[in-house]
């Protein structure tokens, strides 16, 4: 724990130096990947803690990054304090579909997220009020100092980043994360012992939606601009499962592990080589491939194992059974 307050503490250090330590292009980097690494940490949370994987978390950048646009302007208010109304958005509409979406199991589920998303992104198509096809700038921008934006867009991607991990962190490690982690290993056997499979999946659901739309938020509001075939793109979860599948899916260290893979080969292949977007696309598929025949857990596990690391292990060790003879013959001895 010890070792994790510093690095945590090294971290927001680094954070709060950031601005002045990168240039003007490398903090609009970071700040991208700080806040896909805030996204997966979500889907992470979903699907690696509570077994329930979406396909449709693309819906909760959406609705996220609109209601932040929607609300800022029509109050005429600075988007740095409309914020909260991102997440808040995002939770209550997370909230609403959860019953339902519950009866559904699985691929059911997931099928049904990704249905979800697209009605959604139709409704928003379609409605003139918001913009339709061509989406909506941010009018309030005005209210903002635009000398401090590019560093604002940073220090928040990267509190929103350290805060989803060390809050999973915390979460994972509390009584209602190990049974939640019960409730991902088998729901049947959860229950059997008293834990409240609905009730978990839930609050977990809601608080995966919560994050997306303020990682969604922030994203937009760097862009001054949204449009609904950009926050509704499919993309964003094909990115979250990417990172988290190939780092390593139910871990906090994985999706850190496959941001750094998920940019890297980006940069490498657009910039460094100079190749298409296609060939970017081809790579990053032949290297999930790869990865999942070679160890379907992600990179993370197998290194973490071959080399006695812990770094974010949120993971129980079982007590040792009592030797039953030994104490029957101390017993015996008293006796």
């Known amino acids: 724990m010890r070792g994790i307050a510093i690095s945590l503490t090294i971290a927001a250090a680094l954070l709060v130096a950031g601005p002045w330590l990168l240039g003007e292009g490398t903090l609009r980097f970071a700040t991208e990947c700080l806040l896909v690494l805030a996204m997966a940490q979500m889907w992470n949370l979903l699907a690696g803690y509570a077994g329930l994987v979406s396909f449709g978390h693309q819906v909760f950048v959406g609705i996220g990054a609109y209601g932040l646009f929607l609300i800022s302007d029509t109050f005429e208010l600075s988007p740095y304090w409309v914020l909260p109304i991102a997440p808040l958005a995002c939770a209550v509409v997370a909230a609403i579909i959860a019953r339902p979406l519950f009866r559904l199991r699985e691929a059911y589920f997931s099928i049904a997220m990704w249905v979800f998303s697209e009605i959604v992104a ?29 560093p604002a867009l940073f220090w928040m991607a990267g509190t929103l980043a ?18 939640l982690m019960s409730v991902r290993d088998n729901d049947l056997a959860a229950m059997s012992v008293g834990v409240d499979v609905q009730r978990n999946r839930f609050i977990v659901f809601v608080l995966s939606a ?7 938020a922030v994203s937009f509001l760097g862009n001054l601009y949204v449009s609904p075939a950009a926050a509704f793109d499919v993309n964003w979860v094909v990115y979250m499962m990417f990172v988290v599948m190939i780092g390593g899916i139910g871990t906090l260290e994985g999706p850190i592990i496959g941001t750094v893979i998920f940019f890297g080969l980006r940069e490498l292949i657009t910039d460094q080589l100079g190749l298409s977007a296609g060939w970017y696309l081809v790579a990053l598929g032949s290297v999930a491939v790869i990865v999942m025949l070679w160890s379907p857990r992600g990179l993370w596990p197998p290194l973490r194992d071959r080399f006695g690391l812990n770094l974010l292990g949120v993971g129980r060790t079982a007590p040792v059974a009592p030797d039953l003879a030994a104490v029957a013959g101390k017993a015996g001895q008293i006796g």
């Open 122 to 150: 139709a409704l928003v198509m379609k409605a003139g009020w918001l913009g339709g096809t061509s989406g909506l700038p941010l009018k309030s921008s005005r209210l903002m100092d635009l000398d401090w934006f590019e």
């Open 210 to 216: 919560a994050g997306c739309g303020l990682a969604g």
């Open 162 to 179: 350290l805060g989803t991990i060390g809050g999973l962190f915390v979460l994972m490690r509390s009584g209602f994360g190990l049974g």
